[in-house]
């Protein structure tokens, strides 16, 4: 199963889901009994998992006519990330429940074909959110100069 859901300016809350991929923009991402996620992830706040596990965090890079306009609506910043900064309420000694991979989350043909039909582009060169490829300390900043300011907002569920 495939989830796209951009520019929320409340909390994303998982539930259940198995062997899922994830595309978001929020305010928080929390996460219970999960397991096999890949999550494409620009979160404002620290990404919680409890009860989860195999989940591989990477930095989110998305396009999409008014991504700018609905993460500004949102009030999220597109140049700080608290994606890779994970808390696991629910940790065991020697066991990690998750990973953070900085590079971007590679989709299939069949989720790329999906995403391109509604106008969205995950490659790094159209992203509008800034990617860098060494991501460092809990907290990412980036530079980049805003040059469109589309406006409708867009939600896409697979």
């Keep these: ?74 009030r999220l910043s597109l140049f700080t990330s608290h994606s890779n900064s994970v808390h696991d309420f629910t940790p065991e000694r020697g066991v990690m429940h998750y990973k953070i991979n900085n590079d971007v989350l590679t989709l299939n043909t069949d989720q790329l074909s999906t995403l391109n039909a509604h106008g969205v582009s995950v490659d790094v060169p159209d992203s509008d959110i800034p990617f860098r490829e060494q991501r460092t300390g809990p907290v990412s900043v980036y530079v980049w100069d805003i040059f469109a300011m589309p406006d409708a907002a867009m939600t896409f569920h697979e």
């Design 1 to 74: 199963m495939t989830y796209c859901s951009y520019s929320l300016n409340f909390s994303v809350f998982l539930r259940e889901c198995h062997s899922c991929t994830i595309l978001t923009a929020c305010q928080q991402l929390r996460t219970r009994d999960c397991r096999n996620l890949r999550i494409a992830l620009h979160c404002a706040t620290q990404p919680i998992i409890e009860e989860t596990t195999n989940t591989v965090f990477h930095p989110l890079s998305l396009h999409y006519d008014s991504f700018i306009s609905d993460m500004t609506a949102a």
